[in-house]
Nanobody, 129 residues
Framework: QVQLVESGGGLVQAGDSLRLSCAAS????????MGWFRQAPGKEREFVAA????????YYTDSVKGRFTISRDNAKNTVYLEMNSLNPEDTAIYYC??????????????????????WGQGTQVTVSS
């Protein structure tokens, strides 16, 4: 069983930055592709960013391209989401997700929620105008 624990959320003003972290339990973090999703009040959960298990491939939803950066540190079993130039539309609960990924797909990333095997509890990000 894998446990994912997000941290780093908070209340910020428009234009500010935040860095979210997601710490994973277990010794096989490097065998998993990772992703970040978010859910705003009254809306469905949406994809934000993904990174392959190798860390060589990343992908972003259009609304965060150029502002958010996903990265991973396999030595620390942690994936990060650096968020810059935040705006009120980024307000949501942010969730970390992990997918067991074979080595043959080490450069693959995944953008659909159903493709992930494990989820964290989420961390709230609120951006005031």
């Amino acid at each position: 069983q894998v446990q994912l624990v997000e941290s780093g959320g908070g209340l910020v003003q428009a234009g500010d930055s935040l860095r979210l972290s997601c710490a994973a339990s277990g010794r096989t973090f490097s065998n998993r592709a990772m992703g970040w999703f978010r859910q705003a009040p009254g809306k469905e959960r949406e994809f934000v960013a993904a990174i392959s298990r190798s860390g060589t491939s990343t992908y972003y939803t259009d609304s965060v391209k150029g502002r958010f950066t996903i990265s991973r540190d396999n030595a620390k079993n942690t994936v990060y989401l650096e968020m810059n130039s935040l705006n009120p539309e980024d307000t949501a609960i942010y969730y970390c997700a992990a997918r067991n990924t074979p080595s043959s797909s080490s450069s693959s990333y995944y953008t659909r929620a159903y493709q992930y095997d494990y989820w964290g509890q989420g961390t709230q990000v609120t951006v005031s105008s």
